[in-house]
């Protein structure tokens, strides 16, 4: 296995793109849609990682030579009337590593931190229940395809500890200087957020919750090749509250 190569400084990103797309108003410009398929070539990407030796851990941005990103978003926005509003996005995304001269093993693979999909949806309710009161209600939804964090993805990967192992610690020893980086990958989450609450001309009493279902997920995943293992940063878990707002 090649080991990595790191420099001092790393070099300025670049990219290059092409979109085509539209753009229109139906329903007598209630609903908006629009659309866009994109292709971006990124030379030099600059990619953060951990980078771990005998030296101890280092904290290091590397580049990653020429990488390939192309997808398809799609949006509506939909007015249904003056107390009722709806958006939904979607982008569906496919990412390519083509040259990498600091991992060349990991041509091929995808660029790190581009979800396989994201999917949004929102809704919006303004209702007057009297002359001086409102009912408020907003809904935010959010999906979140797989998403790998680091160029190194599939496949076994020797780590530092590989020659202490291979001194001799009993039979199957070995494999404990083995990292297997397939389970580095985030897998799919969705995460959902409420306000509900009334409001009146210049202030507003709302309840809200943040990831309502109390979703488990990963915010991020750092891994670290060398060492064999990854630094996690867990999701926001379940939030609720009131909030009381004025206007003056």
């Known amino acids: 296995m090649p080991l990595p190569v790191i420099n001092d400084d790393f070099d300025k990103e670049t990219s290059s793109a092409f979109e085509l797309g539209f753009n229109s108003f139906v329903l007598d410009g209630r609903l908006q849609l629009n659309g866009a398929a994109y292709y971006t070539e990124v030379t030099d990407m600059q990619f953060f990682e951990f980078f771990v030796g005998t030296f101890g851990l280092l904290r290091v941005v590397s580049n990653i030579d020429k990488v390939e990103i192309s997808g398809l978003e799609l949006g509506a926005n939909y007015v249904l009337n003056e107390n009722w509003r709806f958006y939904a996005g979607a982008n569906f995304l496919d990412s390519e ?36 009161l409102s009912f408020l209600a907003r809904l935010d939804a959010r999906w979140v395809g797989e998403t790998w964090f680091h ?5 076994d990967r020797p780590t530092i500890f590989m020659p202490l192992f291979d001194l001799g610690f009993g039979e ?15 897998d799919e989450f969705s995460i959902v957020d409420l306000r ?13 919750a943040t990831n309502l279902t109390d979703e488990k997920y990963l915010e991020e995943v750092i891994p670290a090749p060398e060492f064999g293992g990854s630094f996690n940063h867990p999701g926001s878990q379940r939030r609720y509250g009131v909030e009381l707002s004025f206007r003056y």
């Open 97 to 132: 590593i083509k040259e990498n001269s600091s991992r060349p093993d990991t041509v091929g693979n995808q660029a790190p931190y581009t979800p396989e999909y994201t999917v949004n949806f929102s809704a919006d309710v303004n209702y007057p229940i009297s002359s001086s």
């Open 151 to 155: 160029t190194v993805q599939e496949g």
């Open 172 to 186: 199957g020893a070995a494999p404990l200087g083995i990292a297997e980086y397939s389970v580095s990958r985030r």
């Open 196 to 208: 509900i609450g009334i409001g009146g001309d210049n202030w507003t009493l709302m309840g809200f």
